[in-house]
């Protein structure tokens, strides 16, 4: 049956899109990568074995550049082989005149590698449906990967310094479970933007979002215009900055770049300290020993210095990474949750949505305690496994806030937990960080404990409120962890045969894996065990009305 036409003047309704969200790429469909990923992929391989090429054939090159601008002072030809096989390749195409018939053979093996690219690329698919995040790829392997949108625990997006000049990022959705992220590499910048903007979106628990309208979502131009205008806008977001659309810029809480700089030079001074009180051993030593035999001395200032030299530069790279991870960083609230973004040249954008912080903890070592200096870390639950999550990239990723003063660190942690009552402010920052104070409300280790926390007897400590467990310990570093009730994992009490004799007990928080620890030893065992209950009952009770994973619905 054909369709009726509308009456003059009469609006056309636009279609429904699927319950997908703002970019045309979450309507359920199959969907390739970017156009440019095979060029940015097969680029840097080809790049890379041009280098390895070049570097084969020195001999070679700088043997014909001599002839051809100084033909007089070229050496013999079979010298200046010096026995490099690709050299002796060459020479043998020439000397057999087979230079076409060699050019023609690499030009169809770019030919095949090139079109092995494209292949891969096009057999590379993604769609987003309302319940998950499929990826699928491979020629002759095939892979099918799944990432429920309820499991998600943070979307990622970085861009790689050459990704950024053509204005490309890769999207990485962190799920729970060891291996089980999926990475959408390479889209679009903006495009990423509105992808994780979709995610987030159905991952929050609005179902049934519509779009604007189809016209809105869809891109202008042909595919040559859209590729030209990510490289333009690449370019131009080397200078300005991207990712910024959905946050209010008086929310941001930003690391001034003295007070980066200042807090990595007294940690680079404390370890330079140190290598330099092992090497006065060995410049102190020869001193000595040169009245005896100046060989003996000078051979043990040489092997002060050979040591000493290796442990300067690798303080020397420490700071410098954490100068570079830590340049443009920035923390703000989104509509889906913090998001934390930093880098130099690659940069990193995380947005880590509601309800996906197990733990928090704020610290302060001796050095920054004169200027008021603190950081934040967080455990939360991703695709790394157990081992992995003490290498130092998980570590980093799980630094929410470098150093920052105490204003800064009230606003992270009020962005990271903002169920958190306003009543526990005072356990956090006056018994908490500073304590222990007078009238301490934390539950201390008994003095028979102290040959186990001889410095921080006083200090170590335990409170539980309606919202969360505080734990408090660290004399020279002081640590404050917080633990919300409602994504605890469970509890336990723990005595040795030793501990038993003076009715002591360890007590343990059991969160997803991180560098925040939950366990403390030495405790009275009544104590412990009184903690422990009202651990067990306030998080049975706090899970049961917590709904911040369902941020949307909340």
Do not use: C
């Amino acid at each position: 049956m054909s369709a009726v036409p509308p009456p003059d003047g009469a609006s056309v309704p636009a279609p429904a899109l699927p319950s997908g969200g703002s970019s045309n790429l979450a309507d359920g469909e199959w969907h390739r990568l970017h156009p440019l990923t095979p060029l940015f992929k097969g680029g840097l391989v080809i790049v890379i074995v041009l280098g390895i090429v070049i570097a084969n054939m020195r001999d070679r090159l700088i043997f014909l550049a001599i002839r051809l601008f100084a033909p007089d002072e070229a050496v013999d030809e079979d010298q200046s082989m010096g026995g490099d096989p690709l050299t002796w390749a060459v020479d043998w195409t020439v000397a057999n005149n087979m230079i076409l018939l060699v050019g023609a053979v690499l030009l169809v093996v770019v030919a095949l590698f090139v079109a092995g690219y494209w292949l891969v690329w096009r057999f590379h698919q993604f769609r987003i449906t309302d319940e998950n995040v499929e990826v699928r790829k491979g020629i002759i392997f095939r892979s099918h990967r799944r990432a429920p949108l309820d499991r998600v625990q943070g979307v990622n997006l970085t861009r790689p310094f050459p990704a950024r000049l053509i204005g490309m990022g890769k999207l990485t959705l962190e799920g729970a479970g060891t291996g089980a992220d999926v990475a959408l590499e390479f889209l679009a910048t903006t495009r990423a933007e509105q992808v994780r903007r979709d995610i987030l979106r159905l991952a929050s628990g609005a179902r049934q979002a519509k779009a604007e309208a189809r016209g809105a979502e869809a891109e202008p131009g042909t595919r040559r215009e859209r590729i030209v205008g990510t490289v333009s806008g690449g370019v131009s977001d080397l200078i300005e900055g991207a990712d910024q659309q959905d946050i209010v810029p008086e929310t941001v809480v930003r690391i001034p770049i003295a007070r980066l700089i200042g807090s990595q030079a007294i940690m680079a001074a404390l370890w330079l300290l140190f290598f330099l009180a092992i090497a006065s051993a060995f410049v102190i030593g020869p001193i000595v020993m040169l009245e005896d035999g100046p060989e003996k001395g000078f051979i043990l200032l040489g092997a002060g210095l050979g040591s000493g030299i290796p442990m300067v530069f690798a303080t020397i790279a420490v700071v410098w990474s954490a100068l570079q991870k830590g340049f443009r960083y920035s923390i703000a609230p989104t509509p889906d949750g913090v998001r934390v973004s930093s880098g130099l040249l690659t940069t990193v954008t995380r947005t880590i949505p509601p309800g996906r912080v197990h733990a928090v903890e704020i610290s302060q070592n001796l050095l920054w305690r004169p200027f008021g200096w603190w950081s934040v870390r967080i455990n939360r639950m991703g695709g790394a496994s157990a081992s992995q999550q003490s290498s130092s990239q998980a570590q980093s990723a799980a630094v929410v806030l470098p150093v920052g003063t105490r204003a800064d660190v009230e606003r992270v942690v009020g962005l990271l937990l903002p169920d958190t009552p306003a009543h526990d402010a005072v356990f956090t920052w006056e018994h908490g960080i500073l304590g222990p104070q007078e009238q301490d409300p934390f539950t201390t280790i008994p003095a028979r404990g102290m040959i186990w926390h001889p410095l921080q007897r006083r200090r170590l400590g335990v409170r539980v409120t309606s919202y969360a467990l505080l734990m408090r310990r660290g004399r020279l570093v002081r640590r404050l962890g917080i633990f919300p009730l409602a994504r605890l994992q469970g509890v336990s009490v723990r005595q040795g045969p030793i501990a038993r004799r003076q009715g002591l007990a360890a007590f343990r928080t059991h969160t997803v894996p991180g560098p925040v620890s939950g366990g403390v030893s030495a405790f009275d065992r009544d104590d412990a065990q009184r903690i422990a209950d009202l651990v067990g009952r306030g998080a049975v009770a706090a899970a049961a009305s917590d709904h911040s994973h369902r941020w949307a619905e909340a």
